[in-house]
């Protein structure tokens, strides 16, 4: 590997690492719906290192904005695959070498490794490190059918809301949101639409990570009450 090809890929893997929020914020929005945490969090990886290859920024869009939606189709693919995709050999091995790291690391430091790290300690690419990480996690059936049907995997119900219910939270949250001050609106916007950490968001608006977490706080507080 080249100079640049060795700094291109080291700049690649830091992006990547920078924006793992974005797979963070995803992820929770399908929590308790048939998959572990560490399922979606996978499938979230690999739809953020998609979106690093393939994003543009001659289209002038963020790179969140171009992401968030990558990676919620790829956790979406999760679900309408219920886990059931096959796996060659050589992933399966790679899986069972990142599940063991995983869990030294994980014993090691207390903490879950990274995709970053997890690619590193395996000597392969993220997109690939992300995948042997997905691969290792348990088939689950999403049709309904019981065990006998299903070769023991187990059936779950993912609750869908319906197109109505979504319109209305939708407009009532969007009624809200014009009815806060301006600054107000800007904070919940970097957090919740751009994503930003508390320090980020502190960052952008020139106050502290303390005072973002206490006016935050508040002005959650006051929309629950604006929402009923």
């Not at 992300?130 to 088939?139: D, G, I, M």
Request: charged residues 25%; neutral net charge.
């Amino acid at each position: 590997m080249t100079a640049d090809k060795f700094r291109a890929a080291v700049d690649r893997n830091a992006f990547i690492e920078q924006n793992l929020r974005l797979v963070h914020a995803c992820a929770h929005r399908f929590e308790g719906r048939g998959f572990d945490y560490d399922d979606l969090y996978s499938a979230g990886c690999i739809g953020l290192v998609k979106a690093v290859d393939r994003f543009d920024e001659s289209r002038g869009c963020r790179f969140s904005t171009y992401a968030v939606p990558v990676i919620l189709g790829e956790i979406r693919q999760l679900f309408r695959s219920g886990g059931s995709i096959k796996i060659s050999r050589s992933l399966q091995e790679l899986s069972a070498r990142a599940r063991k790291i995983g869990e030294e690391w994980q014993r090691e430091h207390d903490t879950e490794i990274t995709v970053t790290v997890l690619a590193q300690r395996l000597g392969v690419d993220v997109y690939l490190a992300a995948q042997a990480l997905n691969a290792s996690r348990a088939t689950i059936s999403l049709s309904g059918a019981d065990d006998s049907e299903t070769d023991g995997a187990h059936a779950v119900e993912i609750p869908v809301p319906s197109p109505e219910e979504n319109l209305t939270e939708c407009l009532a949250l969007r009624q809200t949101l014009a009815s806060l001050p301006d600054d107000d609106r800007r904070l919940i916007d970097l957090r919740y639409f751009q994503h930003m950490t508390q320090q980020q968001t502190a960052q952008e608006l020139g106050t502290t990570q303390v005072q973002v977490s206490r006016r935050e706080k508040k002005i959650l507080m006051k929309m629950r009450g604006m929402l009923g």
